[in-house]
């Protein structure tokens, strides 16, 4: 598979996606992105890179609305397609946490110099804390200025998925490797394999303390049922020793997609930088 050169820029962001090459063979795959650079005005500024949720595109109504504030602002923005999502390649079934971190860290990775504020919803949230204990690792955390997380969902394979399923559906996913898992959000049910539950053990965050070294904001709605705010202050007790700002939304679901929601989103990210 021949990926573009991840190094690109281009004036304005397109409509067309763009695709960088992740993983290595034989499980290589070409990853969609859409990207704004900064405009000469911007530029002091920390771009931003957005992680969609679990079966959720860089097209969705809240990624759309960041991209235009950052048009209107002169910022910097990327957004991309998890493999099995939206235009990247790959099947949703094959894929699994360790898959979308690969990803996302290699789009990461592919933006200019600089740091980066990366704003993770849902599932994105996860991938956004365990991206920061990646580039801890490497000795790259000052390339992070700091983490917007909408109802993240840490853990979620685990504590929202697994534990939550019946003993009928669990034995389902032993015996035949998967279970269809009926949607709110789409007519039709959609697969939980377990290669994903297996495979999501090896990257859980509750086991010990997590450090993100940059400023964290999150954002909750109190009416989340996917994502309770359990779960979330579950979160916060462990980023101790991080800057954390909790916003708890009265009247908000999972999504936040309203345009009051988006508004507290936007002022979260340019509280940060």
């Given at each position: 598979?021949?990926?573009?050169?991840?190094?690109?820029?281009?004036?304005?962001?397109?409509?067309l996606?763009q695709?960088i090459?992740?993983?290595?063979?034989?499980?290589?795959r070409?990853?969609?992105?859409?990207r704004?650079?900064a405009?000469?005005?911007g530029?002091?500024?920390?771009?931003?890179?957005?992680?969609?949720?679990?079966k959720?595109?860089?097209?969705s109504?809240?990624?759309?609305?960041?991209?235009?504030?950052?048009a209107?602002?002169?910022?910097a923005?990327?957004?991309?397609?998890?493999?099995g999502?939206?235009?990247?390649?790959?099947?949703?079934?094959?894929?699994?946490?360790?898959?979308w971190?690969?990803?996302s860290?290699?789009i990461?990775?592919?933006a200019?110099a600089?740091?980066r504020?990366?704003?993770?919803?849902?599932?994105g949230?996860?991938?956004a804390?365990?991206?920061a204990r990646?580039?801890?690792?490497?000795g790259?955390?000052?390339?992070?200025?700091?983490?917007?997380?909408?109802?993240?969902a840490?853990?979620?394979?685990e504590?929202?998925i697994?534990?939550r399923?019946?003993?009928?559906?669990?034995?389902?996913?032993?015996a035949?490797?998967?279970?269809?898992?009926?949607s709110?959000?789409?007519?039709?049910?959609?697969?939980?394999?377990?290669?994903?539950?297996?495979e999501?053990?090896?990257h859980?965050?509750?086991?010990?303390?997590?450090?993100?070294?940059?400023?964290?904001?999150i954002?909750?709605?109190?009416?989340d049922?996917?994502?309770?705010?359990?779960h979330t202050?579950?979160?916060?007790?462990?980023?101790?020793?991080d800057?954390?700002?909790?916003?708890a939304i009265?009247?908000?679901?999972?999504?936040?997609?309203?345009p009051?929601?988006?508004?507290r989103?936007?002022?979260?990210?340019?509280?940060?930088?």
């Amino acid at each position: 598979m021949n990926g573009q050169d991840p190094q690109f820029e281009i004036a304005a962001e397109t409509s067309l996606p763009q695709f960088i090459c992740a993983g290595k063979p034989p499980r290589e795959r070409l990853i969609a992105c859409l990207r704004r650079p900064a405009v000469k005005e911007g530029e002091e500024r920390p771009g931003i890179i957005w992680l969609g949720g679990f079966k959720s595109d860089m097209r969705s109504q809240k990624a759309t609305a960041l991209d235009t504030w950052a048009a209107e602002k002169g910022r910097a923005f990327l957004r991309f397609d998890y493999s099995g999502h939206g235009a990247s390649e790959g099947r949703f079934e094959d894929a699994t946490i360790g898959d979308w971190l690969e990803e996302s860290l290699a789009i990461f990775r592919s933006a200019p110099a600089g740091p980066r504020i990366l704003v993770g919803s849902s599932m994105g949230g996860w991938l956004a804390l365990l991206i920061a204990r990646a580039l801890q690792a490497a000795g790259e955390e000052k390339r992070l200025a700091g983490l917007v997380l909408i109802a993240p969902a840490v853990d979620f394979t685990e504590r929202l998925i697994w534990a939550r399923l019946s003993p009928e559906a669990q034995a389902e996913i032993e015996a035949k490797g998967f279970w269809m898992r009926p949607s709110p959000y789409a007519p039709e049910p959609y697969p939980i394999t377990r290669k994903l539950i297996e495979e999501g053990r090896n990257h859980l965050l509750f086991e010990s303390v997590i450090r993100t070294h940059c400023p964290v904001h999150i954002l909750q709605g109190l009416k989340d049922e996917d994502v309770p705010p359990s779960h979330t202050m579950t979160l916060v007790e462990h980023l101790a020793g991080d800057e954390v700002v909790f916003s708890a939304i009265k009247d908000g679901d999972h999504r936040l997609s309203r345009p009051e929601d988006i508004a507290r989103l936007i002022t979260a990210i340019e509280g940060i930088a």
